[in-house]
């Protein structure tokens, strides 16, 4: 079995600034590592995924995230955020190597970007 | 645009009264999900189909059962909605059920229960 912490549940921040959302995971077969975004009144979108191969992963708005494996981690971060990244965004874990995987989410970090 | 759809975006029903929710995709996607999501909590897998087999989470309650009549459509039906089923249920989609396959969400419907 699997599961997710992501540290923070709210994190304000101003616009243009840099932006580390925390998430770790628990689990005792290798996963594959995702990030969800949920915009105000819509459904959870992939952000980004890290599947195999280089462990910094990256979206097409700016957003990356790093797999590291011995801290159990995958933050999702960005250099310089825009009000428009204001959203509640989800960490999640399948299990690898498994014919049949579901995904655990974590609880969610609300991301607040003010002027 | 293929899409995940949910109908209706709000339902309000009463302690006990049966109530359906509804998932239309277009992505011919073979696998449905249905989830529940609490506020402040994760979204919590009650169930899938992958095509025509169902397979429901240990901890789902039978209070919640599913229907898929083709590839495009899922139901959730909840037989005597309580006070704590109150939430946002989501739909999703996905091509397969192996581990990396990206899920599809529709917006989802926030079930009130008076």
């Known amino acids: 079995a699997q599961s997710v912490t992501q540290l923070d549940s709210q994190v304000p921040v101003f616009e243009e600034a840099p932006v580390e959302l925390r998430c770790n995971y628990s689990?005792?077969?290798?996963?594959?590592l995702f990030w969800y975004v949920q915009y105000p009144n819509q459904g959870l979108q992939l952000l980004l995924k890290y599947l195999s191969g280089s462990t910094l992963v990256e979206s097409i708005n700016g957003f990356e995230a790093e797999f590291n494996k011995s801290q159990t981690s995958f933050h999702l971060r960005k250099p310089s955020v825009h009000i428009s990244d204001t959203a509640e965004y989800f960490c999640?874990?399948?299990?690898?190597?498994?014919?049949?995987?579901?995904?655990?989410f974590g609880k969610g970090t609300m991301l607040l970007v003010s002027p | 645009d293929a899409m995940v759809i949910q109908n209706p975006r709000y339902q309000v029903t009463q302690f006990g009264k049966p109530v359906t929710l509804s998932c239309s995709q277009t992505l011919n996607h073979n696998v449905m999900y249905w989830y529940q999501q609490k506020s402040s909590q994760a979204p919590k897998l009650l169930f899938h189909?992958?095509?025509?087999?169902?397979?429901n989470e240990a901890d789902t309650p039978d209070n919640f059962q599913s229907r898929r009549p083709n590839t495009s459509f899922c139901f959730l039906d909840i037989r005597s909605p309580g006070l704590g089923d109150a939430a946002m249920y989501l739909c999703?989609?996905?091509?397969?059920?192996?581990?990396?396959?990206?899920?599809?969400f529709g917006p989802g419907t926030r079930l009130l229960v008076l």
């Open positions: 689990s005792s077969v290798s996963v594959y």
């Open positions: 999703a989609t996905s091509r397969d059920i192996t581990g990396g396959e990206t899920q599809y």
């Open positions: 189909y992958y095509d025509k087999d169902f397979n």
């Open positions: 999640a874990v399948s299990a690898r190597n498994s014919g049949y995987s579901t995904l655990t």
